[in-house]
Each structure stands twice: as C-alpha cells, then as structure tokens.
C-alpha cells in the first residue's frame, strides 16, 4: 500500500512535469497582459519632450546641459535625468518608428506583469490568492502605467524584489541600479525598499540582519555606479532638487494626495486590505514595516500608487490564504494548456496591435500651432502663451529653439512661469502675467475666466475655435481651443483665404 502511494506520487509529479502547468501558464498570461497595457498608442505629452530630447541627443552627439526649447528658461541650466531612456526612445524610433517604441514600453510592462505573478506565487501552491494580487496590480497599472520613463523605474522596483526573493543573485542590483538611476529619477525607492526589509528583519530577530544589510550594500553599489555616465554625479541628487521644488508640484496631478474617485482608487485600497489582512494572519515587521511606508508615500502623493501597488501584492502574499480545495499552480491539464495557448495569443495581437496609429496627437491643437506658425508665430520676438501640453508638442516638432513659454518640466522652470501659468488657469491677475511676456497671441483652452477676460479687452482679438471634422456631419463640429491675438496682429491675405 505504501509503495503504490509512492508509485502513484512519482507518476503525478512526472505529470506535472511533462506538461505546461498553472504556474507557467499564468506567467505567460500576465507577461501577455502587462504587454497589452505597456504598448498602448504614444500620446503622453511628457514622453513627447523625453522622444524630442532623445532626438537632440543624435542629431548632437552629447546631452544638453541647458534648456533648448523655452523662451521663458533659455540657456537655464538642465539636468536630462532620463537622458537614457531619452535615447533608447528616439534610437528605437529611427531604426522602427513608433512601433519599436510601442514595443519597448509592452516589454518592459510584461517583465512587470510575469515578475509580480511569480513573486506572489512563488511560496505558495494556491492559484487564487496571487491571481487576485496580480490581477490588483495590472488594473493600476491599466490606468497609470504611462508611455514615459517611470516603466523603467517600475521594471527596476520589481526586479529589486526579485532579488530579494533570490530569484536572482545579488550582483543584478549593480546593473540594474545603473539602469534605473540613468532613466528614471526613483531610484532612491530601491534604497528605501530594502532599508525598510532591514529595519522589519530587525525588529524581528532583534539582531542585525546580514542578509538584508548585505542586499542593501548592493544597492548603494549599484546606485553609486549609476554615477558613471555623460552627466556624472548630478544624477545621484536629482531627486533631492526635485523635492526641493514642492511648490511647483502642488497643483500637479500626480503629485496630489490620495483621493478616492474612480477604480483605480479602489483597486488599491482592496490591495491595502489585502495587506491588512495577510498582518491579522501572520504579523511580521518584514511585512509592516515596507508595506506601511509605501502606502504612506501612495497616500501622500499619487504618482506613489504605482509602486505601492507591486510591494503591497508582493509583501502581502504569504500571509493570505484561502479555502482548501482550489487549483494549484503545480498542476497541468487542459486548464493549463487552453490558458497558455490564449496567453501566447495574446502576446500576438499585442505585438501586432502596436504596428498601428502608433502616435494618437488628437488631444493636441495641431491645426490652431500650424495656423499659428504660418502666420509667423513662435519666434523670438512673436511670443505664444500656451498651457504645458502644447509646450511638449512643440519640442517634438521643432527641437531647439521651439519658442516653449512652459511644457510638463514644472520641477524645472522658475517659480514665477509656475505661478504665471497657475493664474491663467485658476485665474487671478491676467494683465500682470500678459505684461510680464508681451506676447503676440495665446492660444488656449476654450471656456474659463481667461477667456472671457480675453473676450472683454480692446487690444486682444479671440477668434472662434477651429471646427474640426466629425463623422455625423448634422452633428455641430466639437472645439476645445481659441486662439487670442493683439488687435494689431493681422493675419496675411493668404491665410486668411485659407483660414476664412
């Protein structure tokens, strides 16, 4: 009777063995959909300064060190602290288009989506728990997993858990931190990860825990070696100067406070509680102590929520548990085998999906910037207010010297563009802001105060919106932008004729 049991465990670990199981298939399945989310069309306005820098940097052979685009910081000094991730971008479009770019990003997104299943999975045999935390992850990551460099930086948080886990040998963290330093300015939350696990063992064990301080060394090695670049040593505190900065990050998207107003908001908190959770079930400082530091940092700042979300589904893990009786990722079957099949599928249309529309511009006001540069506009001396999203077209389409009064580098530009640009939105002293750039036009978002102020003054002359085209034509045309030019400006016979 014993030998039979044995015999029959033999067969089925051979099985398993011989087949695809759970465990493979679902890598591959997530890998397919971080893949899906990562090659998404290119229309971040930030990655447009980040593919138009990368441009600058072939066309000149080195970096810039000061600001090319704007009138308002020319000749400012500039620290290009994604200056890889600028290269790769602009190289990959040149060799493919927007299709190797399209590619790259689904890549980088895949490595996150298979590395978060394998370390949630990976010390337990249930399926459904690391389904569900994996799941939790890429639905963030739906939503704010963007075009622009912080997928480097995502890849690099994972990747650091992974060799935490000793999925990897310690030694990746030098090229890996030379990487993330290089191409994205959060670095440092490699450093705060793994000093957090050693604070957590600490207080565990009550003794130092060499591992960890080991790992943390590492760390510091490869972040230090992150030095050795075109720029130097600037890189390694650019994050200080960022933060620095606080006051022009205050009316910023990302940079504001948790909120809880839409799904991702809730997907994280249903992470939170499962963090919670897995602390009632098996309390560890190795868990609270990481896990509650990045929920703080989600909490006070939103673009935190993208990392919170991977070290959350990564810590909490272990301590989960469901009923008995679920599928385990060892086992192999049909299951298995249609789910890798469609996994693979996926990884097809991904990949082919991303050989179209490669660039989405409709958020942009292209044809109202062409008008206005016809009618020689964006010249030193024929300045253009704009918001920052037309600032980053700008430097994709014309490179140095684009006549940028402010684009998406809030952290960089003076205090008072910040607080110019803040009036024009919010509203306040618009005269003062017009007088301090004498600019020739403005072109802007259609409705709000600026506007109607606009509208009321003699020496300024709004022009109706551009119609643009839809495809019911009994349906009026939509418009989001007005173009504002001085009553002395007047547009030449030929674009009126075209423009009439």
Same mark, same amino acid.
């Not at 080195?62 to 090319?68: A, G, L, M, N, V």
């Not at 919170?308 to 959350?312: D, F, G, H, K, R």
């Not at 409705?447 to 003054?457: P, Q, S, T, V, Y």
């Given at each position: 009777s014993t030998m039979t049991s044995v015999i029959n465990s033999v067969r089925r670990r051979s099985a398993n063995r011989a087949g695809v199981t759970l465990a493979t298939a679902l890598t591959v399945f997530f890998g397919a959909i971080g893949l899906l989310v990562g090659r998404r069309v290119l229309g971040d306005n930030s990655f447009l300064t980040h593919l138009a820098t990368g441009?600058?940097?072939?066309?000149?052979?080195?970096?810039?060190?000061?600001?090319?685009?704007?009138?308002t910081a020319d000749g400012e000094p500039w620290v290009v602290q994604s200056w890889l991730a600028s290269l790769l971008y602009a190289s990959l479009d040149r060799l493919l288009g927007g299709f190797g770019i399209r590619l790259m990003n689904g890549v980088l997104c895949a490595g996150v989506g298979a590395l978060v299943w394998r370390l949630t999975s990976r010390r337990s045999e249930q399926v459904f728990v690391p389904l569900g935390l994996t799941g939790g992850v890429l639905i963030v990551g739906s939503m704010m997993w963007s075009p622009r460099p912080l997928l480097f930086g995502l890849l690099g948080l994972t990747l650091v858990l992974a060799v935490v886990d000793d999925m990897m040998k310690p030694a990746w963290l030098l090229p890996i931190m030379w990487a993330w330093v290089n191409t994205h300015g959060s670095f440092p939350l490699a450093g705060?990860?793994?000093g957090t696990l050693v604070v957590g063992a600490w207080l565990d064990d009550r003794r130092l825990p060499v591992r960890e301080v080991k790992l943390l060394a590492w760390v510091g090695a490869g972040t230090l070696l992150g030095a050795l670049n075109p720029l130097g040593p600037r890189l390694l505190w650019f994050p200080l100067q960022l933060l620095r900065r606080g006051d022009a990050l205050d009316n910023v998207v990302e940079w504001r406070p948790f909120q809880l107003d839409g799904v991702v908001s809730w997907v994280f908190l249903v992470l939170v509680a499962a963090f919670v959770a897995s602390l009632i079930a098996v309390p560890r400082w190795r868990v609270i102590v990481p896990g509650t %530091?990045?929920?703080i940092a989600a909490l006070l700042a939103v673009r935190n929520v993208v990392m919170?979300?991977? %070290?959350?589904a990564v810590v909490s893990a272990p301590g989960l548990v469901v009923a008995r009786g679920q599928l385990r990722t060892s086992d192999s079957g049909p299951i298995a085998r249609v789910l890798f099949a469609v996994s693979v599928a996926l990884v097809l249309i991904a990949t082919l999906g991303a050989v179209t529309e490669p660039v989405d511009v409709s958020g942009y006001p292209v044809a109202e910037m062409e008008l206005l540069e016809a009618e020689g506009f964006f010249q030193t001396d024929q300045r253009v207010l704009h918001p920052e999203i037309v600032g980053n077209y700008l430097s994709l389409q014309r490179g140095s010297g684009a006549g940028v009064f402010v684009d998406d580098r809030f952290d960089f530009y003076p205090q008072q563009v910040i607080d110019d640009l803040e009036v024009m939105l919010y509203g306040g002293d618009y005269a003062s802001v017009i007088d301090r750039y004498s600019p020739g036009a403005i072109l802007w978002k259609?409705?709000?105060?600026?506007?109607?102020?606009?509208?009321?003054?003699?020496?300024?002359?709004?022009?109706?919106?551009?119609?643009?085209?839809?495809?019911?034509k009994d349906e009026p045309a939509e418009t989001t932008w007005f173009i504002a030019r001085r009553a002395r400006a007047t547009p030449s016979p030929a674009v009126l004729a075209s423009n009439p």
């Open positions: 441009k600058l940097i072939l066309e000149q052979g080195s970096i810039p060190r000061t600001d090319p685009y704007s009138f705060v990860l793994v %530091v990045f929920t919170a979300s991977v %070290v959350l259609s409705g709000g105060g600026f506007e109607a102020w606009l509208r009321a003054r003699e020496e300024w002359v709004v022009a109706d919106p551009l119609a643009t085209d839809t495809d019911d």
